[in-house]
């Protein structure tokens, strides 16, 4: 909370820099891969009755592996440590086993999912076949959350699989509390052509370039869903 007060009124603290000199660098790496293995889990929701554990996949820690996944996401890449904290802590994890549907076709988006292992099939029924298959640190439905378009696609899960799971309530806590980043992710959606094309505003014409602009018609559409 106070690292996010000070980012917030723009006080930054100077840190003290060192430069280590390492002779052995590979024995060092060796004596920290025990404390990487034994990360603390993070809070866990599990989508079946089953309970299935996670195949070993990478290794996720709460305030960095997390951090850098979302950064993956190009409309939180440049989130703040502070921002991004609030993802996650709002976040959880949530355990699918094979050929279960995460979402379907045409349905509300009320998260989006980043895959810590296993793999997704993004498949459309309305071509009836499949459009591509999503692995470890891939993340999808967050156009969906963002705009309130319905799903584009069906979700179904390949083998047993973690999500790291963003819900709306997390992502509006995160809005409310940094205004500024709303403005610069529907820059950053309006500038995207298959989001653009999802969302139907691929074609605008000129005459209608003002009011109906895509970065003025996601503007409101996401101070409308988030109440900003």
Known sequence: MIEQELNRKNIQIPFPQRELWLKNPEVLAQA???????????????????????????????????????RKVSYFENCTNAQLRVLIEQGYRQFY????????????????????????????????????????????????????APRTATMRVLEATTLFVVDRQALQKLLQNYKALAEEIAKSLSQRQQVLEELGLAQISPSDMIEDD?????????????GI
Request: aromatic fraction near 8%; hydrophobic fraction near 40%.
């Open 32 to 70: 920290l891969q025990p404390n990487l293995e034994s990360a603390a889990p993070l809070p866990t929701v599990v989508a079946s009755g089953e309970g299935l554990k996670p195949k070993t996949g990478i290794k996720v820690t709460k305030n960095s592996t997390l951090r850098v996944l979302l």
């Open 97 to 148: 086993g094979p050929d279960q549907i995460i979402f379907r076709e045409n349905e509300s988006g009320e998260s989006f999912y980043v895959i810590l292992s296993g793999q997704v099939e993004v498949f459309s029924q309305k071509l009836n076949r499949q459009i591509a298959t999503l692995g470890v640190g891939d993340f999808f439905g967050e156009i969906s959350l963002l705009t309130g």
């Open 214 to 226: 895509p970065f003025i018609w996601i503007r409101r559409r996401i101070q409308t869903l988030f």
